[in-house]
């Protein structure tokens, strides 16, 4: 069989893509609008294509040409620390609208894509608008059933955890980035690679056994 294609959207440092090849064959582009993370993510997949770019604008032109897709959009704006820090005084923030992006790529692939996906996301302050599987500390919204026990490792103290200690816990020295976002906030957004790869390994199933339905009926 021909190498499954994968689009995987805002790539970061590929936390969720990190196992991927124990999983099968497949052929990644991967799109990243940080021009540095974009360079590192590269140095660690070096067979993948990059593509410095907004992965939002990339997803509604491309979607057509992959078999699985994995999209994070940003998730600051749904946060529930976003809310908690929003008031008044010199270190809150301001409120400010939810990034409906979110929602825009869930209703796309739901009712476009003919592959299997995942869009992933942090729990937010409000009820999600559109139901999503709870696994651990995020929310997977998907086409296909996730294992009930999906929840990957354990980091203690997650949120307040050091940058070394994530460098560990991620298997990347996070120091070698060298642009302008914050490093625990960079470590903190990788979604945990065995929860990765159990997710692809999950999706592809479906699509071998349904390949292998259809061989068989005709």
């Not at 540095?36 to 992965?55: C, G, H, K, M, S």
Request: aromatic share 14%; with cysteine; proline share 4%.
């Amino acid at each position: 069989m021909s190498k499954y294609k994968i689009l995987n959207l805002y790539a970061c440092l590929g936390g969720n893509r990190y196992k991927w090849d124990e999983v099968a064959e497949i052929e990644v582009t991967a799109v990243e609008l940080d021009p540095e993370l974009a360079r590192l993510y590269q140095d660690r997949f070096p067979n993948d294509t990059v593509i410095v770019a907004d992965a939002h604008k990339f997803l509604l032109e491309n979607y057509m040409n992959f078999d699985f897709i994995w999209t994070s959009p940003p998730c600051p704006t749904h946060s529930r620390m976003r809310k908690t820090n929003t008031g008044e005084g010199e270190r809150k923030s301001k409120a400010t609208y939810p990034d409906m992006k979110l929602y825009q790529e869930i209703l796309l692939l739901e009712h476009f894509f003919k592959g299997k996906y995942v869009v992933e996301n942090v729990i937010p302050y409000y009820e999600p608008l559109i139901t999503a599987k709870k696994r651990d500390r995020h929310l997977y919204w998907t086409n296909f059933n996730l294992p009930s026990d999906l929840k990957g490792r354990k980091a203690s103290n997650f949120i307040y955890s050091k940058v070394s200690d994530l460098s560990n816990f991620h298997d990347y020295d996070f120091t070698k980035y060298k642009g302008e976002q914050r490093l625990d906030k960079i470590a903190r957004n990788l979604v945990d690679y065995e929860a990765g790869k159990t997710i692809l390994e999950t999706a592809l199933n479906i699509v071998r056994k349904s390949d292998v339905t259809q061989v068989t009926m005709f």
